[in-house]
């Protein structure tokens, strides 16, 4: 008795995937796709532009600080406020960090080039 409820499940399940498999091939053979000629002078078709649609799109491109008053997750708090806290200064000797010739780059150069 266990055998043949077996051997029924068995059977149901093959006649699934053949039939399965049978649709799939027949779907994928229908399927013909007729390309223009690339040098072909057909004009191309115009689109009407969807005002709604364009928005939308240009509002998901946008950086999250634009497109929401508040971060949604933690990580978007880290570098949420993306201004400086203080005003940059190039004459800053703190935070800019130039090349300065001294009598000790001018020997170590110097000593370099020989």
């Known amino acids: 008795m266990y055998n043949d409820s077996i051997s029924v499940c068995a059977c149901c399940y093959i006649e699934l995937l053949v039939g399965l498999y049978i649709t799939m091939c027949l779907n994928c053979l229908s399927v013909h796709v007729l390309?223009?000629?690339?040098?072909?002078?057909?004009?191309?078709?115009?689109?009407?532009?969807?005002?709604?649609?364009?928005?939308?799109?240009?509002?998901?491109?946008?950086?999250?600080?634009?497109?929401?008053?508040?971060?949604?997750t933690e990580s978007q708090?880290?570098?949420?406020?993306?201004?400086?806290?203080?005003?940059?200064?190039?004459?800053?000797?703190?935070?800019?960090?130039?090349?300065?010739?001294?009598?000790v780059t001018k020997h170590q150069e110097s000593a370099l080039r020989k």
């Open 77 to 103: 708090e880290i570098g949420w406020v993306s201004t400086p806290l203080i005003p940059s200064n190039r004459h800053d000797q703190r935070f800019n960090f130039y090349r300065f010739s001294t009598d």
């Open 35 to 72: 390309p223009d000629k690339p040098m072909s002078r057909k004009p191309s078709e115009v689109i009407a532009e969807n005002s709604d649609f364009i928005g939308a799109f240009h509002k998901a491109r946008q950086e999250p600080t634009k497109k929401y008053t508040m971060p949604l």
